[in-house]
């Protein structure tokens, strides 16, 4: 499959899901219906045991409409709103759950009550229980369960499940490649006037994938997912303007479009940034601002980031040097399989730098990373340290030289390398 901007975006999946921890509630609507609320009137209607007034009494709780804001007093009713069955009410406090202040989560809670939502058809519960399967979180990662439950979503008109669907059919992922499918899911979260489905069906233009190409049409589809909040919208429309393809080339307007998806928690926008200020691409070099996003990043999960915040701790480039923050962000990397971190991670456990120096670790990571890179100066020499018969033994300052190299290779693909083709 060739390298193209579809593609590079929708393989880690991160159009439609950001990160895994991106669940949705269905409480927007309802705000910008009733932006008003009679909170004493809700709460008369809501103590008498009315299940909608328990409801949007949480929403009020939940937004800071016409009460102070409290997590702890929207769950209360939202819990009050589910137990009598209120489906929308069963999404919204798992979403809580999930997603709200830390003294509150709890996954197992929130899975139960996606799971009791998405049972009584609630079309954003199946799309969240979907979300989760797929990423494992607080449930057995299962391609199997995600695709019922995203598909169950989607029959009942979901938009959010509708653009996943339509970019699964569209990259492949879990499905066949279909881009009849891709397109006909696209257009009907489109017609719902769903940011996301916008997104996707401007990726699809800017690709040519069950449509002719038309960059003119794909860049005014992102542009619209982009106006009404889409954070995939913002980042490929970001890309676009980063490589100047199907409009002119404005570095200024790319790290605008990437804050925006950035601040929304899009990951890849996050690292984004932090490439763009760590290099100066198109904006003033800024360690400390690009040490922030990659945090952000990193803070997910994001093995890139970690990586390249690990290197930065390490040489002590434009923050101070923490050699025992740059070992478990580089190890992060490393568990999943970043190349760079593994070899420089290696290269720590070959000098004993910040971890307790182990050769035969060394060697492991040195040779994971090897499938990607060339490490046969380094697998030599750690050889030769294991079996100092064969070859003479390396001094310590020898084996910390392999660190030094290991912090050489690292530097990441240039921002031009992450634009679409």
Same mark, same amino acid.
């Given at each position: ?8 975006? !929708?393989l ?10 991106? @669940? ?26 009315? @299940? ?8 009020a ?16 009713? +939202? ?16 979403y ?51 695709? +019922? ?26 499905v ?15 017609? #719902? ?22 960059? !003119? &049409? ?36 790319a ?12 990951? #890849?926008a996050?690292h ?5 200020? &760590? ?14 996003w990659?945090r ?6 994001? @093995? ?8 930065i701790?390490l ?7 923490n ?22 991670l ?13 050769? #035969? ?9 090897g499938k990607?890179?060339d490490?046969?100066? #380094? ?40 634009? @679409?083709?």
């Amino acid at each position: 499959m060739r390298r193209n901007l579809l593609v590079f975006i !929708a393989l880690t999946f991160g159009l439609i899901f950001p990160s895994a921890a991106w @669940p949705q509630s269905a409480t927007s609507a309802l705000i910008s219906k009733s932006p008003r609320v009679d909170v004493k009137a809700l709460m008369n209607k809501a103590n008498s045991g009315n @299940p909608e007034a328990q409801f949007e009494l949480g929403v009020a709780y939940e937004h800071g409409l016409g009460a102070d804001k409290s997590e702890y007093d929207a769950m209360r009713w +939202y819990r009050m709103a589910a137990n009598s069955g209120h489906t929308e009410a069963q999404n919204s406090l798992a979403y809580l759950y999930e997603i709200g202040s830390e003294s509150l989560r709890d996954i197992a809670e929130a899975v139960k009550w996606y799971r009791r939502g998405a049972i009584y058809g609630n079309s954003m519960s199946q799309y969240n229980l979907g979300r989760l399967y797929l990423y494992g979180r607080g449930v057995p990662q299962s391609n199997d369960e995600a695709l +019922y439950w995203l598909r169950k979503s989607a029959d009942s008109n979901c938009p959010l499940a509708l653009a996943a669907l339509g970019l699964m059919y569209a990259t492949g992922h879990l499905v066949p490649i279909d881009s009849n499918q891709a397109l006909k899911l696209t257009k009907k979260a489109v017609k #719902q006037h769903s940011a996301e489905g916008e997104a996707v069906l401007g990726i699809l233009y800017v690709d040519g994938f069950g449509v002719s190409k038309n960059l !003119a &049409e794909g860049t005014k589809w992102l542009g619209k997912a982009a106006e009404n909040g889409s954070a995939a919208g913002q980042y490929a429309l970001g890309l676009l303007h980063a490589a100047g393809k199907g409009v002119e080339r404005n570095p200024e307007e790319a790290v605008r479009l990437f804050r925006l998806a950035a601040e929304q928690g899009a990951v #890849q926008a996050q690292h984004a940034l932090g490439q763009i200020y &760590e290099f100066g691409q198109g904006v003033p070099a800024d360690r400390k601002e690009a040490v922030a996003w990659y945090r952000r990043a990193a803070d997910q999960g994001d @093995p890139e980031s970690a990586t390249r915040l690990g290197s930065i701790f390490l040489l002590g480039q434009g923050v101070d040097k923490n050699v025992n923050e740059a070992v478990k962000l580089l190890t992060l990397g490393a568990e999943k399989e970043n190349p760079y971190a593994q070899f420089n991670l290696a290269g720590l456990y070959a000098s004993g730098t910040g971890v307790q120096r182990d050769l #035969q670790k060394a060697l492991s990571l040195f040779t994971l990373a090897g499938k990607t890179l060339d490490v046969s100066k #380094q697998l030599n020499d750690i050889t030769s340290q294991l079996n100092p018969e064969g070859s003479g033994a390396k001094t310590a300052p020898e084996a910390a030289s392999v660190s030094s190299a290991s912090n050489a290779r690292l530097p990441s693909a240039t921002y031009s390398d992450r634009s @679409p083709q």
